[in-house]
């Protein structure tokens, strides 16, 4: 591979095209202001370079990111590219990461407003995320310690398994398909709301009025803390560990719980079983 090694690139497309290259302590930063630096370009390696200027990479096959800075001027940093990897990087311009596929991520801190939407075939570990619609429309996902806080993330995402991480951060999962969160600690108002086939496996949950409106939900040994109004006309099959707050007018299937704080049921389709387990150890008949 040719390599380029401590310079500085402001002018337009200044690598445009370009195929096995190696970058190294690179800025692309200047007056000239020039975007797009590296679009069309096809096995290229980056380290420990520093970008500050517009649509860096798109339309690139075969990248690879490492140590590197993308600042808040690095905006729309990855658009329209495949075979990516990207480790040790700051990415901290808005709607980094869009129509991309197969990414590996490792290592990383984003902020970024709007960040991954309609990627298909996600994998990151060991990153922290500050977003809005973090991941939006996007497939095909593997998330491991992904610690995330923003708002409204995940929604309408499709296959996709998260595992150990925290995730601060209202109205996620909505409308998400075939989702398996495990290990994890959610945190956030109106979680997961018109969701189908998702898992909540051996997780901590908590915020008002979530898991509405479901289809096909799933949680196995979670505990629901301040959670009040849940299931509101959803269909779950529910194994909870700990009391919850309020339940309210769950549609169908079952819900094994210790105890609840009350229970609302106003709503003649409102048909789902409620078995407060220690009333039932007690040989109190529950509904």
Same mark, same amino acid.
């Given at each position: 591979?040719?390599?380029?090694?401590?310079?500085?690139?402001?002018?337009?497309?200044?690598?445009?095209?370009?195929?096995?290259?190696?970058?190294?302590?690179?800025?692309?930063?200047?007056?000239?202001?020039?975007?797009?630096?590296?679009?069309?370009?096809?096995?290229?390696?980056v380290?420990?370079?520093?970008?500050?200027?517009?649509?860096?990479?798109?339309?690139?096959?075969n990248?690879?990111i490492?140590?590197?800075?993308?600042?808040?001027?690095?905006?729309?940093?990855?658009?329209?590219?495949?075979?990516?990897?990207?480790?040790?990087?700051?990415?901290?311009?808005?709607?980094?990461?869009?129509?991309?596929?197969?990414?590996?991520?490792?290592?990383?801190?984003?902020?970024?407003?709007?960040?991954?939407?309609?990627?298909?075939?996600?994998?990151?570990?060991? $990153?922290?995320?500050?977003? +809005? %619609?973090?991941?939006?429309?996007?497939? /095909?996902?593997? !998330? =491991? *310690?992904? #610690?995330?806080? @923003?708002?409204?993330?995940?929604?309408?995402?499709?296959?996709?398994?998260?595992?150990?991480?925290?995730?601060?951060?209202?109205?996620?999962?909505?409308?998400?398909?075939?989702?398996?969160?495990?290990? $994890?600690?959610?945190?956030? +108002? %109106?979680?997961a709301?018109?969701?189908? /086939?998702?898992? !909540? =496996? *051996?997780? #901590?949950?908590? @915020?008002?009025?979530?898991?509405?409106?479901?289809?096909?939900?799933?949680?196995?040994?979670?505990?629901?803390?301040?959670?009040?109004?849940?299931?509101?006309?959803?269909?779950?099959?529910?194994?909870?560990?700990?009391?919850?707050?309020?339940?309210?007018?769950?549609?169908?299937?079952?819900?094994?719980v210790?105890?609840?704080?009350?229970?609302?049921?106003d709503?003649?389709?409102?048909?789902?079983?409620?078995?407060?387990?220690?009333?039932?150890?007690?040989?109190e008949?529950?509904?």
């Open positions: 591979m040719q390599c380029i090694a401590d310079k500085t690139f402001d002018q337009e497309r200044a690598l445009y095209g370009s195929r096995g290259l190696q970058v190294k302590r690179c800025a692309f930063d200047g007056p000239a202001d020039g975007e797009s630096a590296f679009k069309e370009c096809r096995d290229i390696e380290e420990r370079s520093f970008f500050n200027l517009r649509y860096p990479f798109w339309h690139d096959h990248l690879t490492r140590d590197s800075e993308m600042t808040e001027l690095c905006r729309a940093a990855l658009w329209y590219s495949h075979d990516i990897r990207i480790e040790n990087t700051k990415l901290h311009g808005i709607k980094a990461l869009r129509e991309c596929s197969a990414v590996q991520m490792k290592g990383c801190d984003i902020v970024s407003p709007e960040f991954g939407w309609s990627v298909q075939g996600l994998e990151m570990q060991d $990153c922290t995320a500050e977003s +809005e %619609y973090f991941l939006m429309r996007s497939r /095909d996902l593997r !998330f =491991e *310690n992904l #610690r995330m806080k @923003g708002k409204y993330s995940f929604q309408y995402i499709e296959h996709a398994v998260f595992e150990n991480c925290v995730l601060d951060t209202k109205d996620a999962f909505w409308h998400a398909k075939h989702v398996l969160v495990r290990n $994890c600690v959610v945190k956030g +108002e %109106y979680l709301w018109y969701c189908e /086939d998702v898992t !909540f =496996e *051996n997780c #901590r949950i908590s @915020g008002t009025q979530p898991l509405c409106y479901c289809k096909g939900l799933r949680l196995i040994d979670c505990e629901m803390l301040d959670a009040d109004l849940a299931f509101e006309r959803s269909e779950v099959d529910a194994t909870l560990t700990a009391p919850v707050l309020s339940i309210k007018n769950p549609y169908a299937g079952c819900i094994r210790p105890s609840a704080g009350e229970i609302l049921l709503d003649e389709n409102a048909r789902a079983e409620i078995h407060l387990t220690e009333k039932e150890q007690q040989g008949t529950v509904r």
